[in-house]
């Protein structure tokens, strides 16, 4: 698995946002309505739903994976 920038939606509780390091972060993520939760990588501790397939897909259409968590160390 490639790393990520992990980013949660303030608003809606469990809306996260993965970007790939290696790619610039959608100005949808700015202005204050989203917080940066950290990396995930190949040392695990990816949230429960985070989809490693459907990422790659996603990305590779949008340079970012939106995807819905249930885990409780990334819910608001």
Known sequence: MR??????????????CAVPESCA????????????EGKLGTGGGAPLDFDGRAADTAVRFNGFYLFQTVDRRYTA
């Open 25 to 36: 972060v959608p100005a949808f993520l700015g202005g204050g309505r989203w917080t940066f």
């Open 3 to 16: 790393s990520y920038n992990l980013f949660r939606l303030r608003s809606v509780e469990g809306l996260c």
